[in-house]
């Protein structure tokens, strides 16, 4: 079984940076290097989106909402996926779930809540 953690959620005033973390597990593969991984948030009221996703050769897809703002990579070596976000919205708060997709299968993390507020 897959099994994804989340970390580096918090409180950061608007412009602000702040760096979100997923480290995968238990995969039949030693790393993320096979599938695809992503960044999803959801804000009250509204339904979960993508913000950005990684494919096993490093193809990026970004939203339009947070392209140039928001940066996604991977390291295999260390089973990690990392979300940089820079220049922080108020519209950007939200729960932060990272996401892994094997064959047909979805799998995510627990959720980090990200809160953007003067």
């Known amino acids: 079984q897959v099994q994804l953690v989340e970390s580096g959620g918090g409180l950061v005033q608007p412009g602000g940076s702040l760096r979100l973390s997923c480290v995968s597990s238990?995969?039949?593969?030693?790393?993320?290097?096979?599938?695809?991984m992503a960044w999803y948030r959801q804000a009250p009221g509204k339904q979960r989106e993508l913000v950005a996703s990684v494919t096993p050769t490093n193809r990026l897809y970004y939203a339009d909402s947070v392209k140039g703002r928001f940066t996604i990579s991977r390291d295999n070596a260390k089973n990690t996926v990392d979300l940089r976000m820079n220049s922080l919205k108020p519209e950007d708060t939200a729960v932060y779930y990272c996401?892994?997709?094997?064959?047909?299968?979805?799998?995510w993390g627990q959720g980090t809540q990200v809160t953007v507020s003067p």
């Open positions: 996401n892994a997709q094997i064959g047909s299968t979805n799998y």
């Open positions: 238990g995969s039949i593969f030693s790393s993320g290097s096979f599938y695809t």
